[in-house]
């Protein structure tokens, strides 16, 4: 079945730095590929998202490409904020399925 | 930001208690989900909903139930709550299979 394996946090980051969680996965065909946050206390939010290979979604200075060579869907932001604090979580909605399947997340935490 | 409330927020049962979570949508999506938030485990789908009275299981079901009289209302049902019940449970909402889900604020349970 389809499944996702997101680094393990959590990530301690010192403001501005650069920022990479990496995020691979498993399915069959081409899924739509998914980044949420989730900031403390509130339920998830989308990100950004990517639904064919090579496509790169973007959103509030972060990115990650869609790589069906190597299956991974990795989230970058160039220089992070203290308002980037959160837990993340990498997603896939394979093809013919009516379900988002989530990794375990991995929390972020950006001191100043 | 999507329509989606949850209610309870928060609550606190015994176990063996019936409990019945509400999920209410004012965007008239299709698709309703119900997932449990544990640490380690990230999101796992309880059930799902792909149309009024239209309803089928997730991965982690057992000791749930659901029902979807409207459009709007997606309920949870814990039949007889246990401790390993105890759990952050969130709603998502999203127009087709493969697209954004929205997730509501979440509701707190912690079965005694």
């Known amino acids: 079945g389809d499944s996702v394996t997101q680094m393990e946090g959590p990530v301690t980051l010192s403001e501005e730095a650069f920022l990479t969680i990496n995020c691979t996965y498993t399915?069959?065909?081409?899924?739509?590929l998914f980044w949420y946050v989730q900031y403390p206390g509130e339920g998830l939010q989308l990100l950004l998202k990517?639904?064919?290979?090579?496509d790169k979604g973007s959103n509030k200075g972060f990115e990650a490409t869609y790589r069906k060579e190597t299956t991974s869907f990795h989230l970058e932001k160039g220089s992070v904020q203290v308002s980037d604090s959160a837990v993340y979580f990498c997603?896939?909605?394979?093809?013919?399925?009516?379900?988002?399947?989530f990794g375990t997340g991995t929390k972020l935490q950006v001191i100043p | 930001d999507a329509g989606i409330t949850q209610s309870p927020r928060h609550k606190v049962t015994e176990t063996g208690t019936p409990v019945t979570l509400r999920c209410h949508q004012t965007?008239?999506?299709?698709?309703m989900y119900w997932y449990r938030q544990d640490p380690g485990h990230g999101l796992r789908l309880i059930h799902y909903?792909?149309?009024?009275?239209?309803?089928d299981k997730g991965e982690v079901s057992d000791g749930y139930s659901v029902s979807r009289s409207k459009t709007e209302d997606f309920l949870l049902t814990l039949e007889s709550a246990t401790s390993s019940q105890t759990s952050v449970y969130f709603c998502?909402?999203?127009?087709?299979?493969?697209?954004?889900?929205?997730f509501g604020p979440g509701t707190r349970l912690l079965v005694l």
């Open positions: 990517a639904t064919k290979a090579d």
């Open positions: 909903s792909y149309g009024v009275k239209d309803t």
């Open positions: 399915a069959t065909g081409y899924p739509s």
């Open positions: 965007e008239n999506h299709r698709y």
């Open positions: 998502a909402i999203s127009m087709g299979q493969r697209e954004t889900q929205y």
């Open positions: 997603a896939l909605s394979g093809e013919g399925y009516q379900k988002v399947t």
